[in-house]
């Protein structure tokens, strides 16, 4: 199991009434669960916490997020990741799903 | 969700928002709580928020609902302590409110990575069906994916006041490969699916009398099934428990010794087999009527 925490800068989120949380993802074979939560107090950073049963690709790991925070507003976002050996395109994807649950108000 | 989607494919909080009145769930523990597997961690194995369990309270049709709904993917589905306790919780508060609640099963059973503590809780779990049933609080099982309904989730789906299942759901206690790795490739092939899913599937277990409803592949037509359900309850009796058992001594012995599934849906009133295995559930409750 491969643990970090990561602060990324990004553009402040402007976070939808009444949402506080927000996931996409399972943990499973090949994927992984990703949880955006409100975090207020730092409203210009993504601030990520990953735990990845395959060890070794952190770089690739802050290549994707960095990426991510660089191409979507989601400053004041606190980002929890569950991976079970997701390739970088679905980190990618289950990004960029979870911020779309975010904003459609969807479960 | 603005799409429709197929019932089999759906992730387990999918099910539930299609499933219950617009905007009417509430979820218990939700994954910011992180009431998350103790074991799992020391085994190198990662966790989930949920635990692979979503619970909580809606209305279906007006009507309050406790629900929960299993995540397959997650560890197959199984059942671990969090999971359990969860699982129990939601029951217990379904007999102490008298509100019915709803499985959405999907599980091959005890997580066995947790040992003792899987196995007490699914003891624990069937103990509320059963406090629930004492009390005349309906408990109703939907089985409607491919993961189906297995080992200890199998038992506690049998306990309930009724059963929904798709074609797609399965309902058994061993799994085809455990019964496979028992009794040799001969006596039961598990990379059959046509087999397995005779033997074990929604249509099978529904000609059996052992699913209550036979649903189409879609919430609407689940939801529709829960609805009709929901004022209903099944009176666990000594004297129903016997016949139950008696009905089974007669399965066993007029299909016990027969190898074929086929067999057994033209024995119990399907003519056309291979019409009846392309039917819709709608249509295939319509033939098996016509003994």
Sequence with gaps: MEKFDKVFSSKPLAWPRGKRWALAGVVGSGNLEVLFERNPQTPDKMDCHVESSIPGYKDSWLAALGDFAANYPVGGTKVTIHDQGAAPIVVTFRLRQAYGHLLNKTP | ?291
């Design chain 2, 1 to 291: 969700m603005s799409r429709a989607h197929l019932f089999h494919e759906q992730t387990a909080r999918q099910r539930l928002a299609s499933l219950v009145d617009p905007g009417s769930f509430t979820e218990y523990l939700p994954p910011p709580a992180r009431v998350m597997s103790p074991y799992l961690p020391q085994l190198d194995i990662p966790v989930s928020f949920d635990d692979g369990l979503v619970i909580g309270r809606a209305k279906i049709g007006g009507k309050p609902v406790y629900l929960a709904a299993q995540v397959g993917q997650f560890v197959g589905g199984s059942v671990g302590e969090v999971h359990g306790a969860k699982l129990t919780g939601i029951l217990q508060a379904a007999a102490r409110d008298g509100i019915p609640c709803v499985l959405i099963v999907e599980s091959g059973g005890v997580r066995l990575h947790e040992g003792s503590s899987g196995e007490i809780a699914i003891s624990e779990a069937m103990r509320a069906v059963f406090e629930c049933r004492a009390k005349r609080v309906p408990t109703i099982a939907v089985i409607g994916s491919d993961i189906g309904a297995y080992g200890g989730m199998g038992i506690l789906t049998a306990c309930c006041d009724f059963r929904i299942m798709t074609e797609h759901g399965r309902l058994g206690i061993s799994g085809p490969i455990v019964i496979e790795k028992w009794m040799g490739k001969q006596a039961y092939d598990s990379s059959d699916r046509a087999l397995v899913w005779k033997t074990s599937g929604g249509k099978t277990k529904y000609l059996l009398g052992d699913a209550d409803v036979l649903a189409d592949d879609e919430a609407v037509s689940v939801a529709a099934a829960i609805k009709k359900l929901l004022a209903k309850s099944c009176p666990l009796t000594l004297k129903g428990l016997k016949a139950r058992h008696q009905e089974l001594e007669k399965r066993l012995k007029t299909f016990g010794k027969t190898p074929d599934p086929d067999a057994i849906w033209k024995a119990l009133g399907i003519a056309d087999v291979a019409r009846a295995t392309l039917a819709s559930a709608t249509e295939f409750a319509a033939l098996a009527k016509k003994k």
